[in-house]
């Protein structure tokens, strides 16, 4: 993997009529890196996966994908023909069968490779003569993304790749992800709500929240920097008032008190250890934990007056 | 020989992987001399980043656990912690153990163990720099 940026936004806006998409969104995408982006539903990420591939206008900042800005015309056509790109909604031609599917598609792309298309037909056991409306949902990812690989493109773009499949499919997907990454070193960027499988592949996440990114770097990095502290106290918890940066949730109830850190920790235990304690725990956290956190503290901020 | 790690246990993958080599090595399933699994290989058995993979891997060449052959791949050292060391620590453990019981029988204190023990540590090392 190198430094150099496949993607990378600065400050993107995208604005429908009353709705902002985007709010300032900041990205980069190492070259050669697995992505994951994270947020709710409609926090804006499908959005941005358009205005990468040139298919919405940003309202104002920047993207570039390969270097080249999206929202030009000719450098739009490149990005789309040097990236393959499969949306949430699979979109395959129901008359056709698979192998029609695969022929067809096959025609528009030079650099197609006939050796991956025999080994995911058998690894993703597709029947060649089936019309695509009598697949499942499983198979017709399993078909769109066969379509994606088989391109041998330098970036993938997945909106939700292993929606709707069941753990097994989704391992088999996922390998084929990684595959495609050792084997031709491609940057795979993908948007999924399954925190353990991007936990699993991804070694870059950013998770987004009404249309910026709240969170995002190198995944050991971020499990480095997020550390559940616990306190137990030999009578009731003193309360409590913390000046480290990065203090997050903190908990108390009755001799415990929790405490999610974002800083390190160090600094927290610090100050901590001036309350005087009977034991201190550090703890690591999941991503789960990490995109909970970032994804209330972002709700908390704006209506802190809710109160939960 | 490496299992799958648990992706959601909140510790980073490349330091299970880590782990699990050093075990396999104090478990004599990895003997020093022998090859590691291929970086690509063993990212696509167990489903995870190749860089994930290449990152344990690096950290245990730092450690010296492992040695990094240009084109050729990773090779267990002749440093690394083996089923031997691991055998010497178990029984150095025990001996510790009784120590201490035999000592908390005595009414001596944790507090008074941990300070007898660093005094005697110490004392074994003036000595050794003296002679």
């Not at chain 1, 997945?158 to 069941?166: A, I, N, Q, V, Y």
């Not at chain 1, 974002?262 to 309350?275: H, I, K, P, T």
């Not at chain 2, 620590?89 to 035999?102: H, P, S, T, Y």
């Not at chain 2, 005595?106 to 507090?111: C, K, P, S, W």
């Amino acid at each position: 993997m190198t430094d150099r940026a496949v993607i990378e936004t600065a400050g993107l806006t995208k604005r429908y009529e009353e709705v902002e998409a985007l709010r300032g969104l900041d990205l980069r995408v190492p070259s050669g890196s697995i992505f994951g982006f994270l947020g709710r539903n409609g926090a804006g990420k499908t959005t941005a996966i358009k205005v990468l591939l040139g298919m919405a206008r940003p309202t104002s900042g920047d993207a570039r994908v390969f270097g080249l800005s999206p929202a030009e015309a000719r450098s739009g056509v490149e990005i789309r023909g040097r990236c393959a790109f499969v949306s949430d909604q699979k979109d395959l031609y129901n008359y056709m069968t698979v192998a029609e599917m695969i022929a067809f598609t096959r025609s528009f792309y030079p650099r197609w490779s006939a050796e991956l298309e025999q080994k995911f037909l058998r690894r993703f056991e597709l029947p060649p003569s089936r019309e695509i409306h009598g697949l499942s949902r499983g198979m017709r990812t399993k078909l769109a993304l066969l379509l994606a690989l088989c391109r041998d493109a330098e970036l993938l773009v997945l909106d939700e790749p292993t929606s709707g499949l069941d753990p097994a499919m989704a391992e088999d997907v996922l390998q084929a992800l990684v595959g495609q990454v050792t084997a031709r070193e491609s940057t795979i960027f993908f948007s999924s709500h399954q925190l353990s499988e991007v936990e699993q592949i991804a070694d870059h996440v950013a998770i987004i929240d009404r249309g910026q990114a709240v969170v995002s770097g190198a995944l050991d990095d971020l499990r480095a920097q997020y550390q559940r502290i616990q306190l137990v106290f030999e009578g009731d918890a003193p309360e409590f008032k913390l000046h480290a940066p990065g203090t997050h949730r903190l908990q108390r109830r009755g001799r415990v008190v929790t405490i999610l850190s974002s800083n390190g920790g160090a600094a927290v235990l610090d100050e901590l250890r001036g309350y005087r304690p009977a034991s201190i725990d550090v703890s690591p956290v999941t991503l789960k934990e990490i995109f909970l956190d970032s994804v209330r503290a972002a709700e908390g901020a704006e209506s802190a007056d809710k109160g939960h | 020989m490496l299992l799958k790690p648990n992706p959601s246990s909140g510790v980073p993958i490349y330091l299970q992987l880590m782990e699990q080599v050093k075990h396999a090595i104090e478990t004599g399933a990895l003997r020093p001399g022998e090859q590691l699994p291929g970086i690509r290989p063993l990212a696509e058995e167990l489903v995870v980043n190749p860089n994930t993979v290449a990152k344990a891997y690096r950290e245990l060449e730092h450690e010296g656990v492992v040695e990094l052959r240009q084109g050729a791949g990773a090779f267990v050292t002749d440093k690394a912690p083996t089923k031997k060391d691991a055998d010497k620590l178990r029984a150095g453990q025990a001996a510790v153990a009784a120590a201490v019981e035999k000592l908390r029988a005595r009414g001596v204190t944790e507090d008074e163990i941990r300070r007898l023990f660093e005094a005697e540590l110490a004392r074994n090392v003036e000595e050794r720099r003296s002679r």
